[in-house]
């Protein structure tokens, strides 16, 4: 069935032989993990560090994407002698379930052999972690050393430190929340609208042909804008002209080109993006995001109810809750928010603010006093 | 030709015996300018006060709007004994060049009798203040009270006080800019590619009948997000969930129908414009409003170049700038930086910054302090 995946990359992939169970109710039969590792496991077992990659990344950490032949997303910080230090530490991370990276996702093929499409039923952050959990039982691997993810990626380590507290020693939460906000929902919403007005996009049965490549253009562009600062926008961009590809200076036309190094760059992210995402895949993984809220997903509240410190009752992890000045996507409110709840429950934590100009993004990019309080919460 | 476009609406109605000429290098023939008055014209014609609106406004500051059949967008604020009292003042206001209430704009009528289209030439914010300059003419008024603007009418009341500075006596600027910032440019741009995006658009070849209304829609829910603060979505929507039309109390449903009541919201804000804004219009208001840099548009340079203190030179009159302190689109920061300017140019000014929850959208609602603050400063 793998053949009919277009998103199906190269690297390790596990099958699960039993159904995994599932938030709304069903379940998925033959579920497809497909992950990176980098270091070696030691004899124990002991020294795991699973990484969790934000809403369009994938399990990419170091190796060349297959897709855009760009270096891993986490190069930076992740290798022999890097903050997340791989001669020292077993780094696994995996394509989340519902992604177009190899793992079972809306893309792959439904048991008569034809993608899910929106047959795919909606998951949850939580339905994730399951499937990683399962990873982890294939692999042996007891306890991790860490659960680390950044954005989306950081609900999941909080997801697994809340539902599976034996199996993770810690968790480093970067850029993150413990809930999606109204303003992060309406955000979402915007692109998966912009997604469903295409009319390429079908209801989702696109198939392996072009999908909805405007739509899911404009979804990005509009998610984009979240990921950076007003001032870094300003200083990229400012409004600076763009110059023409005849090599002519910079000057307003007077018409709809992208008149604007801002509007180009925008441009060039939403086009860019069509070429390595599933349409689907963004849907069901927005969805995922908007329903997070650690605190209702533990108390099985809904709508807002719940205390988050209860989410975290039975933990014996550490934390350490990682938000960036700049970031107004998940800002460090909500890190701290998280933080509150650890002290109720009784947990340890530490709570970094680190000053840095990009925005959201700042936890992808080169920031080093990100890479210190990495190395530093890993290696204690 | 008038009856060719579907946007057409009552009232008073002006058109222009001589060609606008515009900021692009063309000019326009036979313009039309629908306005609204409200109030009597004393006797030396020193009474008039011009209203500039918003974005997707319109003429209808107290009327009744002819298309949503609600009160008109300012009658808070308008009106006998209201702060700005038609009893004293005679109030004008004008929908802009480009708009699709009665002025011209890309669905009027060109000289082939079909709609301009995408042929309509891009405007700046300094042409659609001389169109209402010739309505000024028109009506014999040499020198207004005040021109008043919030949002986007803020940037017309800006250039008229800039531009032709011996037309009025003073300018109240709410919730605005002197110039649109990299993220301001970036929004707008998402929203017309959205529209762009839309097969329905067809280059801008959609006539009288249905247009692109799928993206425009999109368009729509992007901007609405930048008009409410973050913490007002808390308030208001949270992450509570959206009771079913049959009655059944809201939950996730696992599936893309708008769980939350914020999707639900943002959707009919996109679904409910679609019916009283013309999409061509959408793009060249949002054009003129990202080409704003009233500094640039005195010097005649580009790119963010020129000091904005220049451009208020010759400016004898009183400004008041107000902001509130939960408006990220166009921040107190920007008010700040257009008082700096009319310091330097030792001009009359004063800048307020309000509270209020609402964000953006504060200037358009319910805020006692922001009508003591107009009432002050026209009564002055």
């Not at 998610?223 to 002209?241: D, P, Q, V, W």
């Amino acid at each position: 069935m793998a053949d009919t995946d277009p998103f199906l990359s190269a690297g390790n992939l596990l099958v699960l032989d039993v159904p995994l169970p599932l938030d709304g109710g069903q379940s998925l039969e033959g579920v497809r993990i497909a992950y990176e590792t980098c270091g070696t496991l030691n004899a124990d077992k002991s020294n795991a560090i699973l990484l969790f990659h934000a809403l369009t990344m994938d399990q990419h950490v170091v190796s060349t994407h297959p897709r855009t032949g760009k270096p891993g997303w986490w190069r930076n910080s992740v290798g022999p002698g890097k903050p997340i230090d791989t001669d020292r530490f077993f780094v696994i991370c995996a394509n989340v379930l519902g992604g177009c990276m190899g793992s079972t996702g809306p893309a792959s093929a439904a048991a008569d052999g034809t993608p899910y499409a929106m047959r795919f039923p909606v998951i949850t952050i939580r339905d994730m972690v399951r499937a990683q959990i399962a990873l982890l039982d294939a692999l042996g691997i007891e306890r991790l050393h860490a659960a680390v993810g950044g954005s989306m990626g950081g609900m999941l380590a909080l997801s697994l430190a809340a539902n599976f507290p034996e199996r993770t020693k810690a968790a480093l939460v970067i850029a993150s929340t413990a809930r999606h906000s109204a303003q992060n929902i309406a955000f979402h919403e915007v692109g998966r609208q912009a997604i469903m007005a295409d009319p390429k996009w079908k209801n989702g049965d696109y198939g392996t042909g072009k999908g909805p490549e405007a739509g899911l253009a404009v979804a990005r562009m509009a998610a984009h804008i979240t990921y950076l600062s007003e001032a870094g926008l300003t200083e990229k961009f400012g409004r600076r002209l763009q110059d023409r590809p005849d090599g002519t200076k910079g000057a307003k036309t007077f018409g709809f080109d992208a008149d604007f190094q801002v509007e180009s760059y925008l441009r060039h992210q939403g086009l860019s993006f069509t070429g390595r995402f599933d349409a689907n895949s963004y849907l069901y993984i927005t969805r995922a995001m908007d329903y997070f809220d650690l605190a209702e997903e533990v108390s099985g509240g809904e709508g807002g109810g719940g205390r988050l410190a209860e989410a975290f009752a039975g933990t014996t992890a550490r934390f350490c809750l990682v938000s960036f000045d700049t970031d107004w996507l998940y800002p460090t409110a909500e890190s701290r928010h998280v933080a509150h709840a650890l002290n109720a429950a009784g947990a340890a934590v530490s709570c970094v603010e680190l000053s840095a100009p990009y925005g959201h993004d700042s936890f992808l990019l080169d920031v080093p006093a990100l890479d210190r309080v990495i190395a530093g919460f890993l290696n204690a």
